[in-house]
């Protein structure tokens, strides 16, 4: 057999009995059920389920089934809409676990393998390449979700929540959407911001974050740029739109301008920046640097807003 097929044989038996699928009820005020379904992978051996929100939400009941066909009753423990993430948890112990890689070692073209139930097909394998990284992704509802990770990998409804892992095995996303009539553009959220919330989710059941309203793409700093101004940091922001009636609308910030530190501290990554906006950093004044046709800019403030 060839070094690809067996990379992606070895890579998916390492976490395939992690793997769920969820099936959720709904009950409308008409007593009529709606049922649905998605994926979801466990993190740790309690039961401990990472998903996505949209899978979940408002859902009156919760399943998890496992590879070998056995279900187990599962309920929320908590869910973050603004970043479509969810933890579910089952009873039980001694459950086998997913491992999670270090996503800021990700590459652009590096494999990617998809594990889910897409339209109800259990554990469904599909694979590609990684295309982009850092991408901040708009969904029809308004939402934004920052720190996503596009591949061209295939995905379907009944994907999402599912992971996205490396040749190793390891899981570097959570699938979260694809764009409607686009072909090979499909999202993960990255797996360091997901670790990031948890402890907030298991805690308090949802996140409380400081917003500021800007559509980011995670870049690779120009070399020269990094020697005329004796940059430590190789990585940069470029901010790609605005929110509307947000507080970077309402500052001096620009499509276009390329953030570079916060408080003078460097900002290498969107999970560095998130880490900054905690909610401790509404109403308090943050000085960014920023990289603005050619020159840099050092005047440029902003307060952050409680993000609803």
């Known amino acids: 057999m060839d070094a690809y097929s067996n ?3 070895t890579a998916v038996d390492k976490i395939k009995n992690a793997v769920v699928k969820i099936d959720i009820r709904r009950k409308s005020r008409r007593r009529q059920e709606q049922n ?3 994926s979801g992978f466990i993190f740790s051996s309690d039961g401990m389920i990472f998903t ?10 919760i399943a998890a089934t496992f590879l070998d066909g056995s279900t187990e009753t599962a309920y929320l423990v908590g869910e973050d809409p603004n970043s479509d993430l969810a933890i579910i948890k089952t009873s039980g112990s001694n459950f086998s676990v997913a491992s999670l890689a270090n996503s ?3 590459q652009i073209g590096q494999l990617a393998i998809a594990i889910g139930n897409p339209l109800g097909y259990q554990h469904t394998i599909t694979a590609g390449v990684v295309s982009a990284l850092g991408r ?3 969904l029809g509802n308004g939402v934004t979700i920052d720190n996503v990770i596009q591949t061209d990998v295939a995905l379907n409804p009944g994907n999402s929540g599912g992971p996205m892992i490396d040749g190793n095995g390891e899981v570097f996303g959570i699938n979260t959407a694809t764009l409607r009539g686009a072909n090979g553009l499909s999202f993960s959220l990255d797996i360091n911001l997901a670790k990031a919330l948890a402890s907030d989710l298991i805690k308090y059941g949802k996140i409380r974050r400081a917003h500021i309203g800007v559509m980011l793409q995670e870049i690779q ?14 990585k940069g922001l470029l901010i790609t739109d605005l929110l509307e009636n947000s507080p970077a609308f309402h500052s001096n910030l620009q499509k276009g301008d390329i953030l570079l530190q916060v408080n003078d501290s460097d900002i290498n990554s969107i999970n ?3 880490q900054r906006l905690r909610v401790d950093a509404i109403g308090k004044a943050l000085k960014l640097t920023v990289l603005r046709s050619g020159k840099l800019k050092e005047d440029v403030y902003i307060i952050p807003v409680l993000k609803n």
Request: proline residues 0%; aromatic residues 6%; glycine residues 8%.
């Open 7 to 9: 990379t992606i044989i």
């Open 36 to 38: 649905g379904s998605g």
């Open 52 to 61: 996505n929100s949209h899978v979940v939400n408002g859902a009156d009941e």
């Open 104 to 106: 800021d070692h990700l």
């Open 136 to 138: 901040t992704l708009r």
């Open 221 to 234: 700093l120009n070399q020269r740029v990094i020697n005329v101004f004796q940059l430590e940091s190789t």
């Open 272 to 274: 560095d920046l998130f």
